[in-house]
């Protein structure tokens, strides 16, 4: 089975400062992809980030960037030059590959607030 | 609009009522998925299609719950004898399989109060 564990429930960052969001999760899969989606009060999933575990380059994209660690199972987001738009609730994901159904298996999210 | 939809966006019920959700997904995609979200977790996956078979359920869908995908194309979940347990959020996501990652596109969700 795959757990996946954020241990910060809630967070705030200054706007234009820098935060990191904590993720580990736990499996026995050698291939897989991990994910942090941003879901806003409106509630619509968005994909912010992806990383392939196969890859040891750290996924970018923009402001967001994510630190894997494949042996420590560990894939923390961060963010830069936090934005007021970046507020909401942030969930870490671990996804199968296609050919065992590619679900997710979410956090309990980490609820970020950016103030200005 | 050529994303995820699902209808109805809110649905309140009384315990014991059947209630059912649809969902659209992006038209061709070929994988649909319903996850569940309870208040303060995150989507927990319920089940998933291939085209119009059922390929994966999760324990907790249980025998209250069904879902069909009968033409591969919209889906619907169907909750009987809804307990006020069952109140979540339901999601819908679609993907197009066309390797060993598929992004998933997700629905607006539909919100269940069951009093």
């Known amino acids: 089975a795959q757990t996946v564990t954020q241990s910060q429930p809630e967070m705030s960052v200054q706007e234009a400062e820098t935060v990191t969001l904590s993720c580990t999760y736990d499996?026995?899969?050698?291939?897989?992809?991990l994910f942090w989606y941003k879901q806003p009060p409106s509630r619509q999933m968005i994909l912010v980030i992806r990383?392939?575990?196969?890859?040891?380059q750290n996924a970018t994209e923009n402001r967001f960037s994510v630190n894997f660690q494949k042996a420590a199972k560990s894939f923390s987001l961060k963010i830069s030059d936090s934005q007021l738009g970046d507020t909401a609730m942030y969930f870490c994901?671990?996804?199968?590959?296609?050919?065992?159904?590619?679900?997710?298996?979410f956090g309990t999210g980490t609820s970020l607030t950016v103030i200005p | 609009d050529t994303g995820v939809s699902q209808n109805p966006r809110h649905k309140i019920t009384k315990r014991g009522q059947n209630v059912t959700f649809r969902c659209d997904p992006i038209s061709e995609h070929n994988r649909l998925y319903w996850y569940r979200q309870t208040l303060g977790q995150g989507p927990e996956f319920l089940t998933y299609f291939q085209n119009e078979a059922q390929l994966e359920k999760s324990r907790l869908l249980s025998d209250r719950f069904s879902a069909e995908r009968p033409k591969g194309s919209f889906s619907t979940l169907e909750i009987q004898r809804t307990e006020q347990g069952d109140s979540a959020m339901y999601l819908c996501a679609s993907s197009l399989v066309r390797g060993a990652y598929n992004e998933q596109f997700f629905g607006p969700g539909t919100r269940l109060t069951v009093l």
């Open positions: 499996t026995s899969e050698n291939n897989y992809y």
């Open positions: 994901a671990f996804m199968k590959p296609a050919n065992t159904g590619n679900q997710f298996y």
């Open positions: 990383q392939e575990a196969y890859k040891q």
